[in-house]
């Protein structure tokens, strides 16, 4: 590599851990998307052995997190910004098109809508509630219909007459989808009915009085789904686009935003290097009975020595 300086963003989330190397022009030079599956701590070492190993000791100037799971992520890396998903999402689309209006983001378990004006982000809405249109919902019936989530969405390109889902809940859309089968309808029709509910379940809701003002950009993992772009692009009667790196653009934010930041402060990085972020981490729940609180404090500790300690209301165990 040439580049003698990088950045790095992660993105902790329920489903998916991402991490990505950004040089200082801003773009970026390694991606990894990994599942997350229940156990982060374990999952983010694993994923810096990974870079480690493909990249080398490189020199990181600066290092950001997002996602669900950003301040465990923070205190394992040493972040020298932590951001919530919006704003991540937000800066990381602008960089890619700094015209956007409107960002569509569908990832594991959520979804969100984020309306910029000018620029900056102007509104946003978040579905945390209910898990229909979501990665881990496609990836469900995909197993149930024996069918590579990665050709999901080719079925529904395939249909000639989509059939009618009750896409407003999870639970409602598989039973339609069961019912719809048994009652001999063609399979390609059930999907790509399946994508028009879920993208006007979206939309209904999310976007309910908000103007989506084109360009739109398709973001998460679902953006890769051709069944669900489709059905948004005939909703909204435009255009829709898909970024080169849709499925890691929370984690490009967070390494956009540790750039920015780094820049303003022309402080040294808190990164605490690969030695740091490779080793054992674990994590052990304390149960504090020192007052009625019953709080249930989270240590984290690498190896057997403790390194940082949260959930007390207090600041007993935090400040030790």
């Given at each position: ?8 963003g992660?993105?902790?989330g ?15 030079r390694k991606?990894?998307?990994?599942r997350t ?19 080398g000791?490189?020199?990181?100037a ?6 669900s799971?950003?301040e ?5 890396i ?11 999402h937000?800066?990381?689309a602008?960089?890619v ?6 960002i569509l983001e ?9 309306i ?7 509104d946003?809405?978040m579905?945390?509630?209910?898990a229909?249109g ?6 469900r019936q ?7 989530i990665?050709?999901?969405g080719?079925?529904a390109l ?22 719809k ?5 063609d ?8 994508c028009?509910?879920?993208a006007?379940?979206y ?10 003002n084109g ?5 998460g ?10 059905a ?26 540790a750039?920015?930041?780094l820049?303003r ?7 605490k290097?690969?030695?740091s ?9 304390i149960?504090?009975g ?15 020595r403790?390194?940082a ?10 400040m030790?």
């Open positions: 590599m040439n580049e003698d300086q990088f950045f790095l992660v993105d902790v329920s489903v998916s851990t991402n991490i990505v190397v950004v040089n200082k022009a801003g773009e970026l991606k990894l998307y990994v599956e229940g156990r982060p701590v374990k999952v983010l070492t694993e994923a810096f052995k990974t870079i480690r190993q493909e990249m000791d490189i020199s990181v600066g290092a950001g997190t997002t996602g799971g950003r465990l992520a923070a205190l394992m040493g972040a020298d910004t932590v951001k919530n998903e919006i704003t991540a937000g800066i990381a602008k960089r098109l700094p015209e956007v209006n409107t569908i990832g594991g378990q959520d979804s969100k809508i984020i910029l004006k000018d620029g900056i982000v102007y946003f809405a579905n945390t509630v209910c229909a979501t990665g881990s919902f496609l990836d995909a197993s149930r219909l024996g069918i590579p990665s050709e999901f080719e079925y395939k249909s000639g007459s989509p059939v009618r889902i009750a896409g407003r809940c999870a639970v409602f859309a598989e039973s339609d989808m069961i019912h089968q048994q009652a001999g309808h399979l390609c029709d059930i999907i790509r009915g399946l028009e509910a879920l006007g379940n939309l209904n809701n999310l976007a309910k009085g908000k103007k989506i360009p739109v950009v398709f973001q993992g679902v953006a890769a789904n051709a069944g669900i772009l489709r948004f692009e005939n909703a909204l009667q435009t255009e829709i686009i898909v970024p080169e790196h849709y499925d890691v653009m929370g984690a490009y934010g967070a390494a956009l935003l750039m920015e930041q820049s402060s022309g402080g040294p990085t808190s990164f290097g690969f030695d972020a490779c080793s054992e981490h674990n994590t052990k729940t149960d504090c020192g007052c009625s609180n019953q709080c249930e404090v989270v240590e984290l500790s690498i190896g057997t403790p390194v300690r949260w959930g007390d209301r207090c600041g007993k165990w935090a030790r």
